[in-house]
């Protein structure tokens, strides 16, 4: 395993349960993947955090600039932000941000990607039936992505 360097604001820094509470919760985060001509690519994306295997799980398009770019380079980074608080009498946003570091694979198992997509669409969709029909009306051209974290860190932000 590659060796990563300690959170430099380390009274900030968060337990892997926090993290992983923030994971789990957040309706989306971004996605960083090394783009083309040597540009950065970013993108929002909601994800599913599994407990049963510590990974993540994203589906997207069946083609594209991101399934490209993953399959040049599988290093990825995908930051999320919980909701933030105030504390009574302070003017400043306090909020937890979870960064992790991983490589992300395509799934290639259908029925793995219509289980990811169902395990997302339970965060999103009012009931179990809007989201077979989702699924009977766009599940064919969907893709499935699942990231192996190597790193994930956590702190806690006040914006001041």
């Known amino acids: 395993m590659e060796e990563f360097r300690k959170m430099r604001r380390f009274k900030q820094e968060i337990t892997e349960e926090e993290c992983i509470k923030v994971l789990k919760e957040a309706p989306r985060g971004v996605l960083a993947l090394h783009g083309e001509n ?12 599994n407990e049963e ?5 994203f589906h997207g398009a069946m083609q594209g600039l991101k399934l490209d770019l993953i399959t040049k380079n599988n290093k990825v980074c995908f930051t999320v932000l919980d909701e933030g608080f105030k504390k009574e009498g302070e003017w400043p946003w306090h ?8 490589r992300m694979e395509i ?3 259908r029925e793995k990607v219509l289980s990811i ?4 669409a339970e ?9 077979e ?15 192996t974290i190597d790193r994930m860190s956590g702190k806690l932000v006040k914006e001041a």
């Open 38 to 49: 040597g540009y950065p690519y970013a993108i929002p994306l909601n994800q599913f955090y």
């Open 53 to 57: 295997d510590g990974k993540l799980y």
């Open 95 to 102: 909020f937890h941000s979870v960064v992790c570091l991983g």
């Open 107 to 109: 799934v290639e198992d």
């Open 117 to 120: 997509c169902r395990k997302l």
């Open 123 to 131: 965060r999103f969709y009012p009931t179990k039936e809007s989201i």
């Open 133 to 147: 029909e989702e699924i009977r009306n766009a599940g064919s051209r969907v893709n499935g992505l699942v990231m």
